[in-house]
């Protein structure tokens, strides 16, 4: 496969990251996620096609953008921008026109290339700091043909792999990738297969198969498990999960992430309702009981 025709739809490429993968590392956001958690703080990375982004407090309220829309998609409402979603194709005119720089598409395609001449930049602070590259979403897979060449080519060239990864998705997906990653960050969201299903969208049986049929094969593994108060942080849930994971050989160690609320302004920058504007983060304290649970099965468990 000629690397220069492979191409995928990516929002974001962090470098310097220390908390996706042991030491200094690039992440590459995916577009695209076959869940729906109502608690997503990417949700630019949900949908796999590029979506125009309003940032209102850039907007200078010139109306340069409503004159080039050659689909009629924008008007002022309340002195801001707003956006017919049914009427815009993200043909990215009105971006052209945007002095402000206020509307924006919030993904660009790339080939594997462009994506490998990004990651090559940082090979140095990769071998000083035993670092590597993470592919994250969205859900990375979604792009399958994408993200196995960019994995082929980061091993090519000696670097450290891994992959953030919701595990919703045939088995041979996720063998296609397999030989080409050091480090799989694995979601478990909920043990009950029906509240799995409410804040999901989905439902658990094939997560939990998947991560099950990973003992067979030689990868390290991380669980991450996010805490959502009055979710998915009882006892009874999370004794479950403890139980079922003190049986898998290959999980390393388990990270529980804290819900934050970060990503809100997001939703409303897609002209997205956010379900859970009364949840709260955790509290420490509560974190707390919830590692000692993991520590009970003696299992190597760290608050994220």
């Known amino acids: 496969m000629n690397i220069s025709e492979v191409k995928g739809q990516i929002f974001n490429i962090e470098n310097y990251a220390i908390h996706d993968g042991q030491g200094i590392r690039t992440l590459v956001f995916f577009k695209g996620c076959p869940m729906r958690c ?28 409503i004159d080039t829309c050659p689909n009629n998609a924008l008007s002022f409402r309340n002195k801001y921008i707003q956006i017919d979603r049914d009427r815009c194709n993200t043909c990215g005119i009105c971006v052209e026109n945007c002095h402000a720089e206020a509307l924006r598409l919030n993904c660009r ?11 090559e930049k940082n090979i140095v602070f990769f071998k ?26 980061c091993k090519r060239k000696g670097l450290s792999t891994a992959i953030e990864t919701c595990g919703f998705y045939a088995f041979n997906v996720l063998k296609k990738v397999i030989d080409n990653l050091d480090y799989i960050f694995y979601d478990i969201k909920h043990m009950d297969n029906e509240k799995h299903r409410q804040f999901t969208g989905v439902g658990n049986k094939i997560i939990l198969d998947n991560l099950l049929r990973l003992q067979n094969y030689q990868v390290n593994i991380n669980v991450r498990i996010p805490v959502l108060p009055g979710i998915n942080d009882d006892i009874k849930n999370i004794t479950a999960t403890a139980k079922m994971i003190a049986t898998l050989p290959k999980v390393k160690f388990i990270e529980l992430l804290p819900y934050h609320r970060f990503g809100i302004h997001k939703y409303n920058e897609l002209d997205r309702a956010y379900t859970l504007n009364e949840m709260m983060p955790p509290d420490k304290k509560d974190l707390y009981r919830l590692k000692k649970i993991f520590d009970n099965f003696h299992l190597n468990c760290k608050i994220g």
């Open 109 to 119: 395609e790339m080939t594997v290339k462009e994506v490998m001449d990004e990651i």
């Open 38 to 65: 109502q608690w997503c703080a990417n949700p630019e990375g949900l949908t796999t096609q590029p979506e125009l982004v309003f940032y209102d407090h850039l907007c200078i309220a010139c109306g340069s953008c």
């Open 128 to 153: 000083n700091s035993n670092g590597g590259v993470t592919l994250s979403g969205g859900e990375a897979l979604m792009q399958l043909d994408f993200a196995t060449e960019i994995l082929k080519n």
